[in-house]
């Protein structure tokens, strides 16, 4: 019997409608589009309005309209990862109120957190459920609503984030096509660099932590910067070298959208020309967990079947990591 391999079979996005531009956050704080583009590619984001409007909202619509594309019920998903850092709520899960929200009735499901690298983390994990033969369709959402955990007076993290949601359908393949292989790392030392503080257990919400604004995303933009442009970097280069990969091989880059300046580093170190790199970072800026399957959503029409794809990403805790792929249709 060949090999199972896991295979992404349908992709989705979703994305509120309402636009926060870098004209409007000149209005907001001390900064100019000039500076913001400049410095990180970003034109515009979404944000998601409303009271009680949570990630599930978003991660709802993606997977309704996923399963329409495949032409699938939602009682056929057998599980489903949320990758998120901003869920509903601290538990239950948003993974379950996404199942219910869509009528996904014989799924189980959890939450996947690993800040800006929740997606890799999530779609490795989802495809080892599709290998060992346990499960048939794993659904993969990731999604979150930054605006929730953002200072929109502190101009080093407010420029950048932005709320989004993209879904994959993982299905088995014996074919040889769907995910190859992936490198996934962790570095608990760099906590500290970018993190929300208060919220969890170490530090539960009171009075205190709220004057004091520790319930918002902070980082040191320096360090992050640093840290991600190297091992980002490092990991792709690591991922096609180990599959035997050169630049030609690679069809696609797929990089977590943080800022430009860190994909082009990337994609230089990969020898990967910009013609092969997803970038929508202008229009949605750093969504999190949303960036990479955003990306494959709004370039779908333009994958093959067999096209050798590199997902690669970077976020808080430290997370990265990379994953080879090959895509398994044609739309
Ligand atoms: O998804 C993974 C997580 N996040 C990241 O990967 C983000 C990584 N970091 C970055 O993208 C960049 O560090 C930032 C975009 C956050 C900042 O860019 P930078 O080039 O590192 O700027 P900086 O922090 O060194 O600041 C340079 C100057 C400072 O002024 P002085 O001290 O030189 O006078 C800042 O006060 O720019 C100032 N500045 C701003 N000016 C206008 C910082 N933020 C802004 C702003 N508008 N929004």
């Known amino acids: 019997m060949s090999k199972i391999t896991a295979a992404i079979t349908a992709v989705n996005g979703y994305v509120p409608d309402y636009v926060l531009d870098n004209k409007e956050l000149e209005t907001i704080i001390e900064t100019t589009d000039e500076w913001i583009t400049t410095r990180t590619g970003i034109k515009e984001r979404r944000i998601l309005k409303g009271e009680g409007q949570g990630s599930s909202v978003m991660g709802a619509e993606a997977v309704k309209g996923l399963c329409e594309k495949r032409g699938i019920s939602p009682e056929e998903i057998d599980l489903l990862i949320c990758c998120t850092v901003t869920a509903d709520h601290i538990f239950p899960a948003t993974a379950n109120i996404i199942t219910d929200k869509v009528g996904a009735t014989n799924a189980f499901g959890f939450d996947l957190n690993a800040a800006c690298s929740g997606f890799i983390y999530g779609l490795t994990t989802g495809s080892k459920y ?74 539960p919400p009171t009075h205190e932590t709220v004057d004091a604004k520790e319930h918002y995303a902070r980082q040191d933009g320096k360090t992050v910067f640093k840290f991600a442009v190297t091992n980002m970097a490092d990991v792709s280069a690591e991922i096609m070298e180990k599959n035997n990969l050169s630049s030609d091989d690679v069809a696609w880059l797929v990089p977590h959208q943080a800022n430009k300046r860190i994909i082009d580093a990337t994609a230089r170190r990969m020898g990967v020309s910009d013609d092969k790199v997803m970038l929508n970072i202008h229009k949605y800026g750093n969504t999190t967990s949303g960036t990479i399957p955003l990306c494959l959503w709004e370039w779908e029409n333009q994958l093959k079947k067999g096209d050798n794809i590199i997902i690669a990403a970077f976020g808080g805790g430290f997370t990265w990591g990379s994953i080879y792929l090959k895509w398994a249709y044609n739309s």
Not at 179 to 202: E, V
Request: charged fraction near 25%.
């Open 130 to 203: 599709i290998e060992s033969g346990s499960h048939k369709k794993v659904v993969v959402v990731g999604v979150d609503k930054m605006s929730s955990i953002i200072d929109y007076e502190d101009r080093t993290t407010c420029i950048i984030f932005g709320d989004g949601c993209g879904a994959v359908l993982l299905e088995p393949n014996e074919d040889g096509l769907g995910i190859q292989d992936a490198i996934l790392k962790s570095d608990g030392s760099g906590a500290q660099f970018l993190s929300q503080k208060a919220g969890g257990s170490a530090y």
